[in-house]
C-alpha cells in the first residue's frame, strides 16, 4: 500500500517550454502533497505544499510563477515549470501524506522522481 | 530553526560488516523521527519511524532508537549487505517550529558496500 506514481520518469525539452509533472497517490487519498528538488548529492529541498483544493504554500526563494503547482483531486498533484531553463534541470520528487495520517504517522509517502533536462 | 545533521558519506563497508549512521537534531517540542533511504535513480522510501523518545524503529535489519537525552536517532544494521547500498536520509516532523506537515531532512549519507 501507499504508493506514489509520478508520471514522466524522464523529460528532456527545450529552452523556453513549459514541462508538467504528474504525482498521483494510486491506493490512498492525500490532502496534502509536497514537491521537492533534489540536486546531484544533495538533500532534498522542499519547493512547495500543496493542498488539495486551495493554492500551494511555497517556500521562501521558489518562483511561484514558474513552478505552477495544482492540486486538483485527493490523488492527484500537478507541477508545471514554464519557460523552462537550463538551470531547471533537475530531479523533482513528489510526496504525499495521506488523510487519515495520525498524530503519530506524519510520515510521507514518496514518488520515484521526474528526472527533467532542459537544453 | 529545527535542523537535521548526518554525518558525512560516503560510508564504505564490507559485506557483512556493522553499520551506524549517526543522525542528530535540534528541535522544539516533541518530533517524530524517520529514516529514508533512496536507491539510485529512485525516489524515497521510508525505511523506519520513531514517535516518541525511547521508541525503536526497526525494519529489513535496519534499527534506530529516538534518544531525547541526546537528541540522536543513529541507524544500525548487525550485517550489511550489497543490496544495502544507498542513500539515507534522516528526518523530522512534528516539532513546534516545523509542525505538523513538513519533513526537515539531514543532507543524506550514502552507503557503498562491497562484495
Known amino acids: 500500500g501507499a504508493v506514489v506514481s509520478q508520471h514522466p520518469s524522464r523529460v528532456i525539452c527545450k529552452s523556453g517550454t513549459s514541462v508538467k509533472i504528474e504525482c498521483r497517490s494510486l491506493d490512498f487519498q492525500a490532502t496534502t502533497m509536497f514537491w521537492y528538488r533534489q540536486f546531484p548529492k544533495q538533500s532534498l529541498m522542499l519547493m512547495a505544499t500543496?493542498?488539495?483544493?486551495?493554492?500551494?504554500?511555497?517556500e521562501q526563494g521558489v518562483e511561484k510563477d514558474k513552478f505552477l503547482i495544482n492540486h486538483a483531486s485527493l490523488t492527484l498533484s500537478t507541477l508545471t515549470v514554464t519557460s523552462a531553463h537550463p538551470e531547471d534541470s533537475s530531479f523533482y520528487i513528489c510526496?504525499?501524506?495521506?488523510?487519515?495520517?495520525?498524530?503519530?504517522?506524519?510520515?510521507?509517502?514518496f514518488g520515484p522522481g521526474t528526472r527533467l533536462t532542459v537544453t | 530553526g529545527d535542523s537535521v545533521t548526518q554525518m558525512e558519506g560516503p560510508v564504505t563497508l564490507s559485506e557483512e560488516a556493522f553499520l551506524t549512521i549517526n543522525c542528530t537534531y535540534t528541535?522544539?517540542?516533541?518530533?517524530?523521527l524517520f529514516w529514508y533511504v533512496q536507491y539510485p535513480g529512485e525516489g524515497l522510501q521510508l525505511l523506519l519511524k520513531?514517535?516518541?523518545?525511547?521508541d525503536k524503529g526497526s525494519n529489513k535489519g535496519f534499527e534506530a532508537t529516538y534518544r531525547k537525552e541526546t537528541t540522536s536517532f543513529h541507524l544500525e544494521k548487525g550485517s550489511v549487505q550489497v543490496s544495502d547500498s544507498a542513500v539515507y536520509f534522516c528526518?523530522?516532523?512534528?516539532?513546534?517550529?516545523?509542525?505538523?506537515?513538513?519533513?526537515?531532512f539531514g543532507t543524506g549519507t550514502r552507503l557503498l558496500v562491497s562484495p
Open positions: 528526518a523530522l516532523s512534528g516539532s513546534l517550529n516545523t509542525g505538523f506537515q513538513k519533513l526537515v
Open positions: 528541535a522544539t517540542g516533541y518530533p517524530s
Open positions: 510526496s504525499a501524506r495521506p488523510v487519515m495520517a495520525d498524530r503519530g504517522g506524519l510520515e510521507q509517502y
Open positions: 500543496s493542498n488539495e483544493g486551495s493554492k500551494a504554500t511555497y
Open positions: 520513531a514517535t516518541k523518545a525511547d
